[in-house]
């Protein structure tokens, strides 16, 4: 079983950077395809990017194109999400999770094993 710990959330100001980090514990990732998630108040939560197991293949959603990258340090047994130009519609806890199916599954029930999450706030 995969247990996964996320850290790096916090306050920042619009247009400024984070670096998300998805601690695993268990099985080497390098077998599972990892994502990131988000939920804002109120909202449902909804895929950020996922990473193919060897971190060969990335995928990011519209909304953060760009601004956003998804990679792994297999080596550290690590995910992580570096976020830069953050905006105010960006705040939500951040989730990471892990799948042993095929890689790039948007759906959140496609994935086995969660963390708990971060918060990230972005002030306008």
């Known amino acids: 079983q995969v247990h996964l710990v996320e850290s790096g959330g916090g306050l920042v100001q619009a247009g400024g950077s984070l670096r998300l980090s998805c601690a695993a514990s268990?099985?080497?990732?390098?077998?599972?395809?990892m994502g990131w998630f988000r939920q804002a108040p109120g909202k449902a939560r909804e895929w950020v990017a996922s990473s193919s197991g060897g971190g060969r293949f990335t995928s990011h959603a519209d909304s953060v194109q760009g601004r956003f990258t998804i990679s792994r340090d297999n080596a550290k047994n690590t995910l992580y999400l570096q976020m830069n130009n953050l905006k105010p519609e960006d705040t939500a806890v951040y989730h990471c999770?892990?799948?042993?199916?095929?890689?790039?599954?948007?759906?959140?029930?496609?994935?086995?094993?969660w963390g708990q999450g971060t918060q990230v706030t972005v002030s306008s």
């Open positions: 999770a892990a799948t042993s199916s095929v890689w790039g599954t948007t759906d959140m029930r496609g994935y086995d094993y």
């Open positions: 268990g099985p080497a990732i390098s077998g599972y395809s």
